[in-house]
């Protein structure tokens, strides 16, 4: 009888492990960008997926800024991901594009299993852009590590 029951609870405790969500398990991401343009100086771009990191600066201002692609950890992209709130991400609101013309853009571009995140310039949504922002330095952080 003890058996029995010692087997049931084991098997109720294995489904709640099973059924509970952990963040990798709910994101699913498979590509996180990051991209600053400067109008008519250029632009910067940084593209982490889950074994690969690749940057890119075009235009005048961008002569310093490296341009490669290489390989990263799984440690990297774990701690990359590790802080994105999906649910967070869409209620995140993208401000006005500024375009060529009035000044730079901030593009954020989250591609998951399910769905592609888009965001611009969501500076001025401050609750939800400070995941955003630590994201922000988490791919500055990379860029300057694998550079």
């Not at 440690?75 to 375009?99: I, V």
Request: net charge positive.
């Amino acid at each position: 009888m003890k058996l029995l029951k010692s087997g049931l609870i084991l098997s109720v405790f294995a489904i709640f492990l099973i059924s509970c969500k952990t963040v990798a398990q709910n994101s699913n991401i498979k590509s996180i960008s990051y991209t600053n343009t400067y109008g008519r100086g250029g632009m910067t771009s940084v593209t982490a997926t889950k074994d690969s990191i690749e940057t890119t600066g075009r235009g005048g201002r961008m002569t310093d800024f490296p341009n490669y692609s290489k390989k990263i950890t799984a440690n990297d992209w774990n701690s990359l991901t590790a802080g994105l709130d999906l649910k967070m991400l869409s209620q995140t609101k993208s401000g006005e594009r500024k375009g060529v013309y009035d000044g730079h853009d901030e593009i954020f571009r989250i591609v998951t299993a399910d769905k592609e995140y888009e965001i611009f310039n969501a500076s001025g949504d401050t609750q939800n852009y400070k995941q955003l922002e630590k994201l922000k330095t988490k791919l500055t952080a990379l860029t300057a590590k694998y550079k």
